[in-house]
Protein backbone atom coordinates (compact mmCIF):
# COMPACT_ATOMS: atom_id res chain seq x y z
CA UNK A 1 0.00 0.00 0.00
CA UNK A 2 1.34 3.23 -1.16
CA UNK A 3 1.88 6.80 0.95
CA UNK A 4 -1.45 7.90 -0.65
CA UNK A 5 -3.65 4.91 -0.65
CA UNK A 6 -3.06 4.98 3.27
CA UNK A 7 -3.81 8.88 3.72
CA UNK A 8 -7.43 7.74 1.56
CA UNK A 9 -7.87 5.02 3.73
CA UNK A 10 -7.88 7.07 6.71
CA UNK A 11 -10.26 9.52 5.65
CA UNK A 12 -12.50 6.67 4.66
CA UNK A 13 -12.35 5.30 7.44
CA UNK A 14 -13.36 9.20 9.67
CA UNK A 15 -16.18 9.20 7.38
CA UNK A 16 -17.58 5.76 7.92
CA UNK A 17 -16.96 6.23 12.08
CA UNK A 18 -19.05 9.45 11.53
CA UNK A 19 -21.94 8.04 9.47
CA UNK A 20 -22.25 4.32 9.93
CA UNK A 21 -22.21 3.92 6.37
CA UNK A 22 -20.49 5.50 3.31
CA UNK A 23 -21.66 5.18 -0.50
CA UNK A 24 -18.76 3.68 -2.85
CA UNK A 25 -19.64 6.94 -5.13
CA UNK A 26 -19.40 9.51 -2.32
CA UNK A 27 -16.28 7.63 -1.35
CA UNK A 28 -14.69 7.82 -4.28
CA UNK A 29 -15.85 11.85 -4.75
CA UNK A 30 -14.29 12.70 -0.66
CA UNK A 31 -11.16 10.88 -1.95
CA UNK A 32 -11.29 12.69 -5.50
CA UNK A 33 -10.31 9.02 -7.01
CA UNK A 34 -12.78 6.69 -8.93
CA UNK A 35 -14.55 4.46 -7.28
CA UNK A 36 -12.27 1.56 -8.81
CA UNK A 37 -9.52 3.22 -7.14
CA UNK A 38 -11.60 2.85 -3.83
CA UNK A 39 -12.27 -0.58 -4.22
CA UNK A 40 -8.60 -1.09 -4.92
CA UNK A 41 -8.08 0.92 -1.45
CA UNK A 42 -10.32 -1.01 0.60
CA UNK A 43 -8.97 -4.86 -1.06
CA UNK A 44 -5.54 -3.79 0.64
CA UNK A 45 -6.85 -2.60 4.18
CA UNK A 46 -6.38 -6.05 4.88
CA UNK A 47 -10.35 -6.73 5.19
CA UNK A 48 -10.40 -3.45 7.96
CA UNK A 49 -13.06 -1.50 5.20
CA UNK A 50 -15.58 -4.00 3.05
CA UNK A 51 -18.13 -3.00 0.31
CA UNK A 52 -21.68 -4.04 1.05
CA UNK A 53 -24.26 -3.60 -1.26
CA UNK A 54 -22.48 -0.51 -3.00
CA UNK A 55 -21.55 0.99 0.76
CA UNK A 56 -18.61 0.81 2.60
CA UNK A 57 -18.67 -0.39 5.75
CA UNK A 58 -16.26 -1.04 9.10
CA UNK A 59 -15.99 -4.56 9.03
CA UNK A 60 -15.24 -4.90 12.97
CA UNK A 61 -18.53 -3.07 13.46
CA UNK A 62 -20.76 -5.59 15.35
CA UNK A 63 -23.94 -3.62 14.76
CA UNK A 64 -23.38 -4.47 10.92
CA UNK A 65 -24.06 -8.32 9.80
CA UNK A 66 -22.40 -9.11 6.49
CA UNK A 67 -25.18 -11.44 5.58
CA UNK A 68 -28.75 -12.22 5.39
CA UNK A 69 -29.91 -15.68 4.80
CA UNK A 70 -33.87 -16.17 4.83
CA UNK A 71 -33.72 -19.56 5.63
CA UNK A 72 -32.06 -19.12 8.69
CA UNK A 73 -34.55 -16.13 9.63
CA UNK A 74 -37.70 -18.32 8.83
CA UNK A 75 -37.65 -19.65 12.51
CA UNK A 76 -36.00 -17.09 14.29
CA UNK A 77 -38.91 -15.69 17.23
CA UNK A 78 -41.68 -17.54 15.60
CA UNK A 79 -43.99 -17.33 18.19
CA UNK A 80 -43.49 -13.51 18.76
CA UNK A 81 -43.57 -12.80 14.97
CA UNK A 82 -46.86 -15.11 14.94
CA UNK A 83 -48.43 -12.60 17.97
CA UNK A 84 -47.18 -9.51 16.18
CA UNK A 85 -49.32 -10.42 13.17
CA UNK A 86 -52.12 -11.12 15.02
CA UNK A 87 -51.92 -7.68 16.45
CA UNK A 88 -51.47 -6.40 13.01
CA UNK A 89 -54.11 -8.13 11.63
CA UNK A 90 -56.37 -6.67 13.90
CA UNK A 91 -56.32 -3.15 12.74
CA UNK A 92 -56.72 -4.10 8.95
CA UNK A 93 -60.33 -3.09 7.90
CA UNK A 94 -62.44 -3.26 5.12
CA UNK A 95 -61.57 -1.39 2.14
CA UNK A 96 -57.93 -0.82 2.84
CA UNK A 97 -54.68 -1.20 0.62
CA UNK A 98 -52.01 -2.65 2.69
CA UNK A 99 -48.12 -2.76 1.89
CA UNK A 100 -47.02 -6.16 3.24
CA UNK A 101 -43.01 -5.94 3.30
CA UNK A 102 -40.31 -8.40 2.60
CA UNK A 103 -38.68 -10.49 5.24
CA UNK A 104 -40.22 -13.44 7.34
CA UNK A 105 -41.52 -11.08 9.98
CA UNK A 106 -44.74 -10.63 8.31
CA UNK A 107 -45.22 -14.10 6.87
CA UNK A 108 -47.81 -15.23 9.71
CA UNK A 109 -50.34 -11.99 8.60
CA UNK A 110 -50.77 -13.58 5.11
CA UNK A 111 -52.69 -16.47 6.47
CA UNK A 112 -54.48 -14.17 9.44
CA UNK A 113 -56.93 -11.94 7.62
CA UNK A 114 -60.68 -13.08 7.36
CA UNK A 115 -61.88 -15.41 4.34
CA UNK A 116 -64.17 -12.20 3.17
CA UNK A 117 -62.49 -9.09 4.14
CA UNK A 118 -62.36 -6.90 1.01
CA UNK A 119 -58.79 -5.68 1.25
CA UNK A 120 -56.60 -5.00 -1.97
CA UNK A 121 -52.56 -6.31 -0.36
CA UNK A 122 -49.43 -4.56 -2.41
CA UNK A 123 -46.14 -6.36 -1.74
CA UNK A 124 -42.76 -6.23 -3.51
CA UNK A 125 -41.98 -10.12 -1.99
CA UNK A 126 -42.35 -13.07 -3.47
CA UNK A 127 -42.66 -14.98 -0.37
CA UNK A 128 -45.71 -12.52 0.85
CA UNK A 129 -47.06 -12.61 -3.17
CA UNK A 130 -47.07 -16.64 -2.82
CA UNK A 131 -48.79 -16.93 0.60
CA UNK A 132 -51.59 -14.45 -0.12
CA UNK A 133 -52.15 -16.29 -3.53
CA UNK A 134 -52.71 -19.42 -1.89
CA UNK A 135 -55.92 -17.96 0.04
CA UNK A 136 -59.03 -18.48 -0.74
CA UNK A 137 -60.37 -14.70 -0.54
CA UNK A 138 -62.87 -13.71 -3.04
CA UNK A 139 -62.29 -10.63 -2.03
CA UNK A 140 -58.83 -9.40 -2.20
CA UNK A 141 -56.73 -7.56 -4.63
CA UNK A 142 -53.21 -9.08 -4.92
CA UNK A 143 -51.06 -6.23 -6.36
CA UNK A 144 -47.38 -7.89 -7.04
CA UNK A 145 -44.62 -5.16 -7.65
CA UNK A 146 -41.72 -6.82 -10.18
CA UNK A 147 -38.42 -5.76 -11.03
CA UNK A 148 -35.04 -6.90 -10.78
CA UNK A 149 -35.36 -10.05 -8.32
CA UNK A 150 -33.31 -10.80 -5.36
CA UNK A 151 -33.28 -14.62 -3.90
CA UNK A 152 -31.22 -13.34 -1.04
CA UNK A 153 -34.33 -11.91 0.42
CA UNK A 154 -36.74 -13.34 -2.49
CA UNK A 155 -37.75 -9.63 -2.99
CA UNK A 156 -38.18 -7.52 -6.20
CA UNK A 157 -36.55 -4.10 -6.55
CA UNK A 158 -35.55 -0.82 -8.95
CA UNK A 159 -37.15 1.95 -9.94
CA UNK A 160 -40.69 0.40 -11.03
CA UNK A 161 -41.40 -0.59 -7.85
CA UNK A 162 -41.24 2.42 -6.84
CA UNK A 163 -42.76 4.04 -9.15
CA UNK A 164 -45.43 1.60 -8.57
CA UNK A 165 -45.77 2.26 -5.11
CA UNK A 166 -46.07 6.18 -5.38
CA UNK A 167 -49.32 5.63 -7.56
CA UNK A 168 -50.97 3.87 -5.50
CA UNK A 169 -53.65 5.03 -2.83
CA UNK A 170 -51.93 2.85 0.54
CA UNK A 171 -54.08 3.00 3.84
CA UNK A 172 -51.23 1.24 5.59
CA UNK A 173 -47.89 0.25 5.55
CA UNK A 174 -46.43 -2.81 7.42
CA UNK A 175 -42.96 -2.39 7.70
CA UNK A 176 -40.36 -4.93 8.93
CA UNK A 177 -36.69 -3.98 9.89
CA UNK A 178 -33.88 -5.95 10.69
CA UNK A 179 -32.53 -3.21 13.25
CA UNK A 180 -34.69 -0.52 15.61
CA UNK A 181 -32.17 1.81 16.98
CA UNK A 182 -33.17 4.75 19.25
CA UNK A 183 -30.92 7.51 17.78
CA UNK A 184 -30.24 5.55 14.04
CA UNK A 185 -33.56 4.66 13.42
CA UNK A 186 -35.09 1.22 11.39
CA UNK A 187 -32.41 -0.56 9.28
CA UNK A 188 -32.05 -3.31 7.17
CA UNK A 189 -29.79 -5.99 5.58
CA UNK A 190 -30.23 -5.30 1.97
CA UNK A 191 -30.19 -1.34 -0.11
CA UNK A 192 -32.33 -2.67 -2.35
CA UNK A 193 -34.99 -2.64 0.56
CA UNK A 194 -34.86 0.92 1.17
CA UNK A 195 -36.58 2.80 -1.48
CA UNK A 196 -39.32 0.41 -1.43
CA UNK A 197 -39.91 0.96 2.63
CA UNK A 198 -39.21 4.62 2.04
CA UNK A 199 -41.88 5.32 -0.55
CA UNK A 200 -44.77 3.14 1.12
CA UNK A 201 -43.64 4.92 4.38
CA UNK A 202 -44.10 8.49 2.47
CA UNK A 203 -47.38 8.15 0.97
CA UNK A 204 -49.49 5.45 3.25
CA UNK A 205 -51.75 6.83 5.49
CA UNK A 206 -50.74 5.01 8.60
CA UNK A 207 -47.20 3.34 9.06
CA UNK A 208 -46.83 0.11 11.41
CA UNK A 209 -43.20 -0.34 11.65
CA UNK A 210 -43.26 -4.86 13.23
CA UNK A 211 -40.08 -6.06 14.50
CA UNK A 212 -39.60 -8.30 17.14
CA UNK A 213 -38.18 -7.95 20.63
CA UNK A 214 -33.77 -9.49 18.72
CA UNK A 215 -34.00 -6.09 16.95
CA UNK A 216 -34.22 -3.62 18.99
CA UNK A 217 -30.95 -1.93 20.08
CA UNK A 218 -29.68 -3.10 16.66
CA UNK A 219 -28.46 -0.82 13.76
CA UNK A 220 -27.94 -2.63 10.62
CA UNK A 221 -26.17 -1.67 7.43
CA UNK A 222 -28.87 -0.06 5.53
CA UNK A 223 -31.08 2.62 7.21
CA UNK A 224 -34.34 3.73 5.63
CA UNK A 225 -36.40 5.68 8.36
CA UNK A 226 -36.07 7.28 11.24
CA UNK A 227 -38.89 6.04 14.48
CA UNK A 228 -40.60 9.02 14.31
CA UNK A 229 -41.47 8.24 10.84
CA UNK A 230 -43.77 5.83 11.82
CA UNK A 231 -47.53 5.83 13.75
CA UNK A 232 -46.48 2.73 15.50
CA UNK A 233 -43.75 0.80 16.71
CA UNK A 234 -45.54 -3.08 17.53
CA UNK A 235 -42.53 -5.05 19.28
CA UNK A 236 -42.32 -8.21 21.60
CA UNK A 237 -41.59 -9.79 25.22
CA UNK A 238 -39.53 -8.07 28.12
CA UNK A 239 -37.26 -6.32 25.78
CA UNK A 240 -39.92 -4.33 24.33
CA UNK A 241 -41.85 -3.50 27.63
CA UNK A 242 -38.04 -2.10 28.31
CA UNK A 243 -37.89 -0.14 25.24
CA UNK A 244 -41.46 0.95 25.20
CA UNK A 245 -40.30 2.70 28.66
CA UNK A 246 -37.54 4.46 27.57
CA UNK A 247 -39.01 5.95 24.50
CA UNK A 248 -42.31 7.28 26.52
CA UNK A 249 -40.55 11.07 26.61
CA UNK A 250 -39.27 10.76 23.14
CA UNK A 251 -41.39 11.89 19.71
CA UNK A 252 -41.04 8.48 17.94
CA UNK A 253 -43.50 6.01 17.53
CA UNK A 254 -45.73 4.90 19.91
CA UNK A 255 -44.66 1.20 21.24
CA UNK A 256 -46.68 -1.12 21.64
CA UNK A 257 -45.70 -4.41 23.46
CA UNK A 258 -47.81 -8.27 22.32
Not at 69 to 97: F, H, M, P, W
Not at 120 to 126: E, G, P, S
Amino acid sequence: MNGRSAVRLERLREAIKRNGTLPLAEAAALCDVSEMTVRRDIAASNGAIVSFGGHLVMADNPQFAAAYNLDAQRDQYAKAKQRLCEAVASRIEDGDTVFVDCGTTLMPFCTLLPREMNVTIVTYALNVANAFSQRDMPNMRLVVLGGLYYASSDSFGGQDVTTAIRRLGINKALISAAGVHAEKGASCFHFHEVAPKQAAIEHAERRILVADESKLDVMRAAFFADLADFDTLLTSGDPGRAWRDRMKESDAAKVEVV
